[in-house]
């Protein structure tokens, strides 16, 4: 049976929730799930936008088989030809024989490479503020290249002002029986999921996520349809802001992070410590996290949240403890800027812990070092207990500026 929603009087979604899988990506943890979004729009002509990956073929093709009742499926609208959005193309083209395909110059390339069925005599290629008429509606496509695929694209309807957004304004999570962020309390129960997609999907191409946000700004939106997760009616500007402060790396809050890599345990005493300190001169807004047990997705996610990220490693093997080095070095890949960073040090004979941190994220623009870097050799003492209260003093009058 079928499983659709109205969102306009011609337009509804016809996509999926999959509350099987258990990391997007086959590297991302998604506790509640994901959303695979697909849209179709009646008019004259009739377009789909999007597919669904293969995991959940046989209820999406259903959908679509609803909506259209008998209908022909005229466009299918390739915004992004990631495969948990184009799997589902050639079962389309099977069905629908007719069906044009309407993409960029290199989505039917990527075509090529993931099918084998005649892409050529179907393909209707768009540029950059082309459009297409479907009677009532017209679409205008405008190019979002590395947002985050070279040939991704966003359709625009002019008349009921709908934007579709390809993963932009995606979230991770499964929806349950409410499609409509302002349905879904989404403050409060879909935030953290959708930065920590965005900061680990698109967060590395602020600098093309800020072109993309400065065309749709020209635009009249009345809704957000994204491929994952909620879609956007009311309250706009509250996502909108969310990733004008996320593609600009901006934080969105003045508060502290502390994430450690800790063996024994003397390292996580160092960091509650710390964060206890710190709490003791007013700061209110402080995570702690423990690299040894939290995704490095959730802690890149936190990094673009908060201004100001403690680090507080023990040295391993004369390197990084391994958790932690594998969330810097995947920190380092996602371009984060204008934050400040501080450093913890622990080793027993040789601690250099403190040293590989800092080399892993020079890399990185626009931050800055908050001294002292503490050093704890085996366990605390009254002397690195000191450069604790120090570190506090300064993160403290730092976060007053």
Known sequence: MYSVKKINEDLYWVGVNDRKISLFENVYPVERGMSYNSYLLLDEKTALFDTVDSVASLQFLENVDCVLGGK???YLIVNHMEPDHCANIEAIVAKYPQVKIVGNFKTFTMMSQFFHFDVDSRKVVVKDGDTLSLGKHILTFVMAPMVHWPEVMVTYDTVDKVLFS????GSFGAMSGNIFAD???FQNKWIDDARRYYTNIV????VQVTNLLKKASSLEISKICPLHGPVWREDLGYILDKYTKWASYTPEEKGVLIVYGSVHGHTENAAEILAGLIGDRGVKDIEVLNASNTHYSKIISECFKRSHIVFA????NMSLFPPMQTA?????EHNLQNRSFAFVENGTWTPASAKLMSEILEKLKNNKVIEPKVTVKSALNEESYAGLVTL???IAADLKK
């Open 328 to 332: 810097l070095h995947e920190l380092s």
């Open 313 to 316: 490693c023990a040295t391993y």
């Open 203 to 206: 967060g590395k191409y602020g």
């Open 183 to 185: 349905e879904c309390d």
């Open 392 to 394: 506090a003093d300064a």
């Open 166 to 169: 390809a993963d932009a304004f």
């Open 72 to 74: 022909d499926l005229d």
